[in-house]
């Protein structure tokens, strides 16, 4: 897995590696073989996640002062965490890393421990548009993840090859055979190019024939690509090398570009742009819960979420720290000023059905067309 620190040189010990690098068939068909190594010492904390989130909650400090270390495992696919968990992982897992579309699930299937959010003053420090997005973490008035860190899969462009695109489907047109990339990602490919094809409010709401005209179209989009990228890393060494003109990135990919001399700039598609925020979570019944929520507390800390945004040109979620942030470029890409801003062109959808529902496809069926569109 192709980590953040061979594409963009770590500046601190909080740069972390992008999740969601092979997630999607390749990832999920590893899954059988996923496991997790036993914990050093009894009262090491268990971290399963993206590879460089465990940074985000390391504290040194609380840990020495715990006598514990920090394991980490780290993940290829979020698929991982719940099969990790369903598989014998309950009481044994401390700290997890789930998007927000899994945590509802996974707390009414009592895969995760509620957050006692009395041992985590710092969510006070909630900007109050993040703390809106509650809807999607709570199970019976229960908390079971907290929002530590947002971005999108914006359309990127570079304003010195091409005018600013209009429309995701830009991507199509036959002047940019070959300078155009898609994304790696089932769940960012599927929501994009449903919302172009379909016109949802939610995307994860689709019948089997949107579910197909949202395949369709993006078979018409890797027809029109110079490759299927492997990895966001990919994509960003595509635009430094000019060799693409547009194509669904990454925030971040702003800052490695223009490290190499590049300018890459984000458009504003009329169909909207997926965004999505991280979570962390504890496990059912685990085995250092105290010290887990003191983690998580430490992790929200305005010290640290201003390090994080600065190292890893990502969105936070602590407001004090946002008006700390002193990377102008870090600020103007999430308006810390004004998210309202930021969210404005912005859809986040809620989760595909686990089960049946109705005319609705369910994520099975997403992961199934998702493969054969990777066979087309």
């Given at each position: ?30 899954i ?45 696919a ?96 036959p ?36 579910l197909?005209?949202?395949v ?87 010290e ?7 190292a890893?040109i ?46 609705f ?16």
């Amino acid at each position: 897995m192709q980590n953040m620190q061979d594409k963009n040189s770590a500046r601190t010990s909080l740069s972390i590696s992008r999740r969601h690098f092979m997630m999607g068939a390749a990832g999920l068909s590893a899954i059988a073989g996923f496991g997790i190594r036993p914990a050093a010492a009894a009262s090491d904390v268990a971290f399963l996640g993206w590879e460089g989130y465990d940074l985000a909650f390391k504290s040194k400090e609380i840990l020495d002062k715990a006598g514990a270390g920090m394991q980490a495992t780290y993940i290829s696919a979020i698929e991982d965490i719940i099969t990790k968990l369903r598989g014998g992982g309950i009481g044994s897992i401390d700290l997890t890393t789930l998007i927000y579309q899994y945590v509802g699930f996974c707390g009414q299937s009592e895969l995760l421990e509620a957050i006692d959010e009395s041992k985590v003053p710092n969510l006070a420090l909630m900007h109050p548009r993040v703390k809106a997005f509650d809807t999607f973490l709570r199970v019976d008035g229960k908390l079971y993840g907290v929002p530590f860190t947002f971005s999108s899969i914006p359309l990127l462009y570079n304003p010195d090859l091409v005018e600013e695109p209009k429309s995701w489907l830009d991507l199509l047109k036959p002047e940019y055979k070959g300078k155009v990339v898609g994304y790696p990602d089932v769940m960012s490919m599927i929501v994009t190019w449903s919302k172009v094809a379909n016109g949802l409010d939610d995307p994860s709401r689709m019948t089997a024939a949107q579910l197909q005209a949202t395949v369709d179209l993006m078979v018409k989009v890797k027809q029109n690509s110079r490759t299927i990228p492997s990895s966001l890393g990919e994509i960003s060494d595509m635009f430094s090398r000019k060799e693409i003109v547009m194509g669904m990135g990454w925030e971040p990919m702003i800052k490695w570009a223009g490290d190499k001399g590049v300018t890459l700039k984000i458009a504003t598609p009329k169909e909207g742009t997926f965004a999505y925020f991280d979570t962390v979570n504890i496990g059912k019944d685990a085995p250092n819960s105290a010290l887990d929520h003191e983690l998580i507390n430490w992790g929200l800390s305005t010290e640290n979420q201003k390090a994080f945004a600065e190292a890893n040109i990502l969105g936070i979620v602590n407001g004090e720290a946002m008006k700390a942030v002193s990377d102008q470029t870090v600020s103007g890409i999430y308006h810390f000023d004004n998210l309202d801003a930021y969210f404005a062109d912005k859809f986040l959808p809620g989760m595909f059905p686990l089960e049946a529902e109705g005319e609705f496809v369910t994520w099975d069926d997403v992961l199934a067309a998702f493969e054969s569109y990777q066979r087309a």
